[in-house]
């Protein structure tokens, strides 16, 4: 009898859920950020287009969209569309740094049954989380939660972005949550967008995947991991989940000019499959691309397959893979078998790896590996990783100062930058 997640592998007619970035546009300037978000795209879905789309989604019997960005609520029609959506029976779930979750807002939200948010932390203490997400953005994030907690809404998500300077306050962001009626959802750094000339600063070293494996067994289902960890099941036993790479089989991508990809974490023209503006619209994408039935055909393995723990992890994250310069059908650069590690020591020129395809940085310069080109992403008031006895090369990302509000030049910009 096949299982459920075996299924899935060859796709569905329509995806379970689908990422949806409504606009680039953002008030902070995360070094991580997988869209390399800060400015609007002028070519943005229109209201009329968006509804369009969610009309589409309906008839498809999408469950839910989860609506990011960027900063999603910025966009001027953005509670109008959450609001069509709902009564269109399509669930939203969307991410917010939690700049305009103020008291009034919160009681909206806590009145819609079809509505989930998640509030974006990625430090238990502001020492740590502002230092990656920008100055006062943690005083922002509880602030909206306090406003959440009032306001009566219960089990909205604290959604964290696993980094080595974070893992030892796993057991913090857990008490957070629960000091505030959340519910802990934990998902893992990619080297997409800027996340990618970061990547090698931030993400976890070896013991800590096993720390954080650990931990994730211990705590069951209490935590939400959106099957971000599938490749740590190689230590042994599969984390809850489908534990499986859902591109173009049960996920997708929109962003903000109707662009589809086939994973959410590589916005790169490799995984272009369609744009709903064509003709057909998303159901054709979905449903035709040539991409997406690509991946939906029987995988080999490669290198991967005669591991004992393939049929667990199965060979890992297909973005994680693409933007260290590791192949497709190999190891994930994270294996927790050390096969990953082996493949990026032979890279021959990482200059050469792969680059997202788009940035909508604030006055961003791209960051080089080679370290002559710095980006200026804005303060970093202090080093969390020397906090914590972690030393990373972090000069690299930091500006030595240069302020963060720069969208005053940006004409396209419907907000006000916040002051957080």
Known sequence: MSRLVDLFEYGLDAPICL???LTYACNLSCVHCLSSSGRRDPRELTTEECKAVIDELERMQVFYVNIGGGEPTVRSDFWELVDYATSHHVGVKFSTNGVKITPEVAERLARNDYLDIQISLDGATPEVNDWVRGPGSYDTAIRAMENLQAAGMRNFKLSVVCTRQNIPQLDEFKAIADRYGAQLRLTRLRPSGRGADVWDELHPLPEQQRILYDWLVAHGDGVLTGDSFFHLSAFGQALPGLNL?????VVCLIDPIGDVYACPFAIHEEFLAGNVRGEGGFQRVWQGSELFQRLRSPQSGGACSSCKFYDTCKGGCMAAKFFTGLPLDGPDPECVQGYGEELLAARDDDASHPRPGQDHSH????????????????????????ALDIKPNLARISNGGMPVN?????????????RV
């Open 19 to 21: 990422t949806w970035e």
């Open 406 to 418: 720069d969208l005053q030049d940006d004409p396209l910009a419907d907000f006000a930058p916040s």
């Open 363 to 386: 006055r961003t310069i791209r960051y080089s590996k080679s370290g002559k080109v710095p980006v200026r992403l804005g303060t970093r008031p202090i080093d969390p990783a020397a």
């Open 245 to 249: 790479c859902g591109a173009g089989r």
